[in-house]
């Protein structure tokens, strides 16, 4: 994870926010080329939900809702932690359930009393912590203002299903999806960008009758798994792992999360729930408005039950980058290359001029200038030797090169070279954009994968 981290801030994918004031707990903002591989993998969810299918419609709720949403969600009474202090020297906070879990994955006993794993001090009995964010709505903090910035994007979802269904034509089963920001004061974040304070979500809500909804929860696992794969990850670092009754929330039947093998241990990459109707039941309680779906064929009044894949952009995005990032030797040099799938890179395609002299840098410049008019996402870069411009396009995860040389301002061809294969062919500047748009949508397998590292 060191590695992954320092690789993030020297390529200018995630830095410290804050980092010339000392920082500030757990948060991060991201570079140029994180930005474009985060709006890639936003990209990539979008096209799975809406664009490779007919059931499932969009939403961009509000960060800040009415108090009562939560109330009704149930999270300002139970969306707790148990945080524990240490009372000797280091006055850290835990949370109690980790400790635990940590002993026991030790093979320790979970029950024994706890002591500070950072100083070995004495923890003052835990007490339950609100893990929502509070401010005031108005020109001034008074009783009776106070809102919370979203811990979850699902509940906008929710309330809205009314007005989905008044617009939307569709019916049970169909789905609501939505990208945003959630906040959530975690007590101990960290591990980098997979457990943040303000992270951004992908949710899907998936609404169908109550007899389906095991059925679905099933198909779901399956979808979204396969939605990892096919982006890169490798096949052996991917699991599903059903919870056990004693980890189930209060509204679920049953959840299964989808976990990475990262370099902190098997994780949670993403959760699918099912939901029941806990959540359309709890609003239409405490809204007094009727969200019960009548089906016009069968004159059947319910209320839907809810099929939830939900997953972190960051977390997502942490996980492209631990699985494509290698170190290897190549000719006697050692390479690092971040080997993501090529719609999730962040550039596609480098354009470089082998000498920025004899025409080549105009050359260059007109080939950046067709791949730009097409669409694709290309750099171009002139600094320094060929062989440091093609180490700099390795690390962050350019799926190909154009080098301008000599032989270019001949006959208009240049070379393309493969990030993977490294492998290098000559091709006719005519044939370029087509080459790299046929290339961008074929089945890609990472060479990871085969080489079972």
């Known amino acids: 994870m060191d590695e992954i981290v320092a ?41 799975s939900m809406l ?74 009995e835990p007490r339950n912590f609100n893990l929502m964010f509070q401010t005031h709505m108005g020109p001034v903090a008074e009783e009776g203002n106070e809102v919370y910035l979203r811990p979850e994007t699902a ?33 101990t974040p960290g591990n980098f960008i997979f457990r943040t304070r303000e992270f951004e979500q992908m949710e899907m809500e998936f609404f169908v009758p109550p007899g389906e909804a095991e059925e679905w929860h099933r198909k779901w696992i399956e979808i979204r798994q396969d939605w990892y794969l096919d982006l890169g990850i490798r096949p052996g670092f991917l699991s599903v792992r059903a919870h056990g009754s004693d980890e189930l929330s209060h509204y679920s039947s049953g959840t299964s999360d989808i976990e990475y093998l990262f370099p902190i241990g098997w994780s949670e990459l993403e959760g699918i729930a099912n939901r029941g109707n806990f959540d359309l039941t709890q609003h239409q309680e405490h809204s007094n408005e009727k969200l019960a779906f009548h089906d016009q064929k069968t004159g059947e009044k319910y209320i839907p039950f809810v099929i939830e894949p939900a997953a972190g952009v960051d977390r997502a995005a942490l996980a492209f980058l631990v699985d494509a990032y290698e170190v290897e030797e190549v000719e006697g040099r050692e390479r690092t290359v971040l080997r993501l799938h090529p719609r999730l890179a962040p550039v596609k395609v480098s354009v470089l001029p082998l000498f920025s002299k004899e025409g080549m840098p105009e050359k260059a410049r007109e080939v950046f200038d067709a791949f730009r008019k097409a669409g694709i996402q290309a750099e171009y870069d002139e600094g320094g030797s060929i062989g440091k411009r093609y180490r700099r396009q390795d690390e962050i995860g350019t799926p190909w090169g154009v080098t301008i040389d000599h032989q270019t301002m001949e006959d208009e061809t240049v070379t393309l070279r493969d990030r993977d294969s490294l492998e290098q062919v000559r091709i006719p500047i005519a044939d370029l954009v087509a080459e790299i748009s046929t290339r961008l949508v074929a089945p890609w397998r990472s060479p990871k994968a085969d080489s079972g590292s």
């Not at 390529?11 to 890639?40: C, M, Q, W």
């Not at 707790?80 to 635990?100: A, I, N, S, Y």
């Not at 002591?115 to 070995?120: F, I, Q």
Request: net charge negative.
């Open 7 to 47: 690789l993030s801030k020297r390529r200018g994918f995630v830095f410290p926010a804050s980092e010339i004031y000392g920082g500030l707990g757990s948060t991060y903002d991201y570079g140029h080329y994180g930005v474009l591989l985060k709006n890639n993998v936003k990209n990539e969810w979008w096209r």
């Open 51 to 124: 664009v490779e299918r007919d059931d499932i419609v969009a939403l961009d709720s509000a960060i800040m809702q009415h108090p009562r949403v939560w109330e009704a969600s149930g999270h300002l009474e139970g969306f707790t932690d148990p945080l524990v202090q240490c009372l000797g020297d280091c006055k850290r906070r835990w949370r109690e359930d980790h400790l635990r879990e940590a002993i026991e994955a030790e093979g320790g006993d979970p029950g024994a009393e706890l002591r500070c794993p950072e100083c070995g001090g004495e923890l003052s």
């Open 155 to 187: 509940q906008g979802i929710f309330i809205n299903f009314k007005n989905v269904l008044n617009f939307a034509r569709k019916s049970p089963p169909f789905g609501i999806a939505q990208i945003g920001k959630s906040f959530r004061n975690e007590i």
